[in-house]
């Protein structure tokens, strides 16, 4: 407890000489798992963790930060390696419970104005840890480095590493993963020598944190240090002449002010009025980005990667007054049926009537009469075919070879002209169809199975200008 005091007044006296950050503090929950690896059989296994974290931001993109992470990882005898997911109750030997002060140091790898982030970071700290004994939950006992029994508990130094991204959730809300590699480095252990060579080496751990921003202010722009004035260095040279130095020069505090939290010093900031709800979405001007060209800013765009071009509403999002899947602005034929397939301009599309269209019509033996999936599939053809009034058609017949010839005949020229009656009464000239009874004649299957005659008695459109 003392040790996390400590560390909170050191972070308390150092971060007010820090440079002032966008959001210059956090603070983060994180909640994961971690194992212990190294050490002698049985291992331990993969079990949960959580931990708290506050850090300030530093200069430039450096944070410094502290935090506790408490463990309880249990070994388990069956587990061939060290990173079981769980154990088994009945196999559990020991328990190793724990936590870790921390103190680190994270360099943001990307701008802070990114909505997505990523850093890598090390520090140090203590590991506060004992193990119990998994049935009787009594700390076990070992040989000490004088020779006497003593509690398995120390107090060890650790080296911290870690490796993390984030995603901008809010201007004030971040969700991050991060990534650790503890190493335990027996400093503070009191264990016989030979012992402590049997323990882990190793705390790994991943985990799942969210943060909450706060204390805003402007970013400090890139700068050398000194004064707000700059400073004029001199030297005096061997043979005794002054000569000036570079100046150094500094941005005034004025210039760093950041009024609408937007990551772009005032300075430079074309749009100061930029709302926070835009945070992460700005040019380096501090104007509200436009992916898509569409009027609509990214941070109120629901849809924010429409087509260039494209007609949107108030959110963002196209408008499609045919509901033809073109956005209008885009489509050719803003006024196309709904329903009927179209190209990509939005017009109709008639590359359907380029080949065949074949109607397996389920007729009974000797029924002309089409059934009602087929008067579906007439429907849309019969829509474009109104949209296409160049386009004639010419209707063929087919049956199979049940019964003699000349009544076959028949019965195909029967259902050519029922196919054509359905679209003329679908308002189809008939000057445009011609109805042709084909016979037993282009079998597309064999007539020894029903399901081959079923194919056969078919009528085929053929399309023609």
Known sequence: MRLLILLVMLITMISPA???????FSISADYGYATLVGGVPPWYTIENTYGLKIDTYFKNKWRIGMGINRYKIYDDSSAHNEFKFGSDEQFRQKVWKGYDLVLFLNYNLTPYSSRLSAEAGFGGGVTVWKIHDAMTDTTIKTIGERGEMTDLAATEVLLLSKIGVGYRLHPRFML??????NYLTGAGLEF???FEKQLSKWNLKTSIKLSYLFGIGGWPEKMTSGSSQGVILQRISQTGKNEPQPQEVTIPAQNRADADGDGIPDYNDDCPGTPGAAYGMVDLRGCPVDV?????PDYLDKCPRNQVGALVDTYGCPLDSDKDGVPDGLDDCPESDSGLAVDNTGCIDLTVLEKPVILNIKYESGSFEIDRDTQE????????????????VEINGYTDNIGTAEANQSLSQKRANRVRDYLAKMGIESSRLTPVG???VNFVASNETSEGRQKNRRVELVFFK
């Open 377 to 392: 599939k007439l429907n849309q053809i019969s829509r474009l075919l109104l949209k296409a009034p160049g386009i004639r």
């Open 438 to 440: 084909k016979g037993e």
């Open 292 to 296: 898509d060209c569409d009027g609509v």
């Open 18 to 24: 820090f440079a002032e950050g966008f959001y210059r």
């Open 192 to 194: 016989d020598k030979t």
């Open 176 to 181: 991050g993963i991060d990534i650790y590699a």
